[in-house]
């Protein structure tokens, strides 16, 4: 069986982790982006707050390139060998280039409106998240600078992740019960 990664992409606070969650509870492997960076900073002895982690992920990207993150999540990918798996927070094209060399590759972009966000990564309240609108707007701003905006567009696949969110993991799990079938399932049966 070829591999097929399903890369999954959207705004801060839209719902990527739900849909992660989904594909792990149905067994499906899911490399998280972000756990690059996380590790980096733990190697380095540095605490994981947001500033030091916007830190190292800058570092790192200046260091490596703009792909650092994908290339070692790739490599874990390979390590691993999955026939399917899930890569939670691809940001940019460039990304997407990076998973297409290893197998199959179909994007599913997360969408939850601004408000339904900002409310959502306030309740969160992790470290970072934004505590007012000007502070999310500026956050926003920073992810679209990766071109996440450019892999919005592009997705194959769109999950609105709205008011209900037992809807969307509905959605989703229908989503990863046809891959796990061995069935691509058609763009509108996300929406």
């Known amino acids: 069986m070829a591999r097929l990664l399903v890369l999954v992409t959207g705004m801060p606070g839209s719902g990527k982790s739900l849909v992660s969650g989904v594909a792990r509870e149905l067994g499906i492997p899911v490399y998280v982006m972000g756990d690059v960076v996380r590790e980096e900073a733990r190697r380095r002895g540095l605490e994981p707050t947001p500033e030091n982690l ?56 997360v969408h939850a409106s601004p408000r339904t966000r900002f409310e959502r990564l306030r309740r969160r309240g992790r470290p970072g998240d934004p505590r007012s609108w000007e502070e999310f707007v500026a956050r ?29 993991r509905e959605k989703a799990r229908r989503f990863f019960a046809s891959l796990l079938a061995g069935r691509l399932p058609s763009p509108g049966e996300l929406a």
């Open 140 to 168: 926003d701003m920073t992810e679209l600078g990766f071109s996440l905006g450019s892999v919005i567009a592009l997705a194959d696949y769109m999950l609105v992740n709205e008011a209900d969110q037992g809807l969307a």
């Open 54 to 109: 916007n830190r190292v992920a800058r570092e790192l990207r200046e260091r490596y390139g703009a792909t650092v993150v994908a290339e070692r999540t790739a490599e874990a990918i390979m390590r691993d060998d999955p026939g399917l798996a899930v890569v939670d927070g691809v940001r940019s094209l460039a990304e997407v280039e990076v998973f297409r060399r290893l197998g199959d590759v179909v994007v599913v972009a």
